[in-house]
């Protein structure tokens, strides 16, 4: 598809609904509200000059031709009634199996399970059956998940204190409502991804532990391997350059690609849950941006909040406090306003202000009153405002305000330091990013990248994504 930005702005305009293009710009990593405009015609025209400006065309062009690709293949048979295949064809195909695995689990625990568990298993060659996707609807869950399990090579339980609590007697009674109720629990693969107490007839099965997040790249490989092994899929095509897994760039705003955030992402919204405003401290690239993009995109779920009330600035295009004030206000959806206007129109409401590059306001063109201003609607728990702040530098010595004339927004936020990964969370991370690529580092050239990034995410990345070429043209 060559790229034609005004093809490009036309495949958009017929090909996608303003959803899916919401969609399209949270997989390119490009903030949707912040292209200018309203309605589909204008998103799109701004999301190709957008892609257009930094040299990006391209990636737009690859992203288009995939998903049109993919709506052209073939779906999957549909969970009907259990599939009969005639005995040679059966096993010449999957021994009488349309899928491989089916994935029982909490909807609790929907994020990790659709956003990291399922594209990695479907990236490893593996059919997966899924409810979200492939139950039929108007029928009864039960049945449902009874076709399922007789379709499936094997069920997969995504085992946490939820599924036990949700999920777990429905299932029981469905292993034990068949003539052969050994066959279905000797189907059974258990993945444990929170600690819970298992029911007696799962306890005797040995369980892949995903309990720590610094195991669970080494322990989906294991995974995966099993399963490809039980159900004899054939290894992937040789891996190419192509389809590098790293090198990821920016802000990571795609759950299925962030990584070893967790722990930070529970203390962010501990705070934001006791009304609390914060500060995240690190150096340049470390993942402060993904933290925020994450906070607005997992947010609304975590904190049962809408979505509008999550709200993400960076103030890279704000150029002074003219523009920051017209930025902010449509970021938070009222009139451009600022001073007395700007605390009467957000009077009630409620959100979750995510401020990127907050370096910005040390410049020329901004004064200590825009962060009066702030401060003033995010101070005390019943302020409309909630503030998430990313900066290179603590905020006391960024905005080293005089107490006498303004209280500098270090005295509202808590700190929180966003450091590299731990050399356990890299390795993890690499691990997790190889699987199913059919590439391997050794212990000495995984040692070497250490050495080398210190387990800085953005060098870790752009290492690994070199020595992943190196492997993938032969010249290791």
């Known amino acids: 598809m060559p790229a034609d930005p005004i093809a490009l702005h036309r495949m958009l305009e017929e090909r996608y609904a303003l959803e899916e293009l919401r969609t399209l710009c949270f997989q390119l990593h490009v903030d949707y509200e912040s292209l200018p405009g309203e309605g589909k015609a204008a998103k799109a025209r701004e999301l190709v000059s957008h892609m257009q400006r930094r040299d990006r065309l391209e990636e737009l062009a690859a992203a288009i031709a995939a998903r049109a690709k993919a709506e052209a293949a073939p779906a999957p048979p549909p969970l009907a009634e259990p599939v009969e295949l005639r005995p040679e064809a059966a096993s010449a195909t999957t021994g009488g199996h349309p899928y491989d695995v089916f994935i029982s689990y909490s909807h609790h625990d929907k994020d990790w399970v659709r956003g990291e568990l399922l594209p990695q298993l479907e990236r490893a060659g593996l059919r997966v059956c899924i409810d979200y996707r492939d139950f039929e609807i108007g029928t009864p869950s039960l049945v449902n998940m009874e076709r399922a399990v007789d379709n499936c090579r094997h069920t997969l339980i995504v085992l946490t204190p939820d599924w036990i609590n949700s999920e777990w007697t429905e299932f029981e009674s469905l292993l034990a409502g068949t003539g052969d109720p050994a066959g279905r629990r000797r189907k059974l693969i258990p993945l444990m991804l929170k600690p ?16 720590q997040p610094s195991e669970r790249g080494a322990q989906m490989a294991r995974l995966i391997k099993s399963l490809r092994n039980l159900a004899k899929v054939p290894e992937p095509l040789q891996a190419s350059s192509a389809n590098n897994p790293f090198g990821d760039v920016g802000r990571i705003a795609d759950p299925a690609h962030f990584f070893d955030r967790e722990e930070l992402l529970r203390q962010i919204f501990e705070e934001l849950g006791k009304g609390g405003n914060l500060s995240l401290v690190g150096e340049s690239q470390v993942g402060k941006s993904s933290l925020l993009a994450m906070v607005c995109t997992t947010g609304p779920e975590r904190m049962s909040k809408p979505p509008e009330s999550f709200a993400y600035l960076n103030l890279e295009v704000v150029e002074n406090e003219d523009d920051f004030y017209a930025a902010l206000c449509e970021a938070l959806h009222v009139e451009e306003c600022r001073g007395y206007q700007l605390t009467r129109a957000l009077r009630g409401k409620r959100y979750v202000l995510c401020l990127d590059e907050i370096e910005k306001m040390a410049w020329k063109g901004f004064t200590a009153r825009v962060r009066s201003q702030l401060r003033g ?5 019943d302020m409309p405002l909630k503030l998430v702040i990313a900066s290179r530098t603590p905020l006391a010595r960024l905005f080293p305000d005089s107490p006498e004339m303004d209280s500098p927004l270090a005295g509202i936020c808590h700190q929180l330091d966003v450091g590299p990964f731990t050399p356990e969370a890299a390795r993890a991370f690499l691990a997790h990013r190889l699987c199913g ?5 050794g212990e000495s050239e995984i040692a070497a990248l250490l050495r080398e990034t210190g387990g800085h995410p953005a060098k870790l990345q752009r290492a690994a994504a070199d020595l992943y070429r190196r492997h993938t043209s032969h010249e290791l």
Do not use: E, N, Q, S
């Open 377 to 381: 609607l995010a101070d005390g728990a």
């Open 437 to 441: 690529t059919g590439v391997t580092f």
């Open 196 to 211: 819970c107490k298992l029911p007696p007839r799962i306890a005797m099965l040995t369980y892949a532990d995903f309990t």
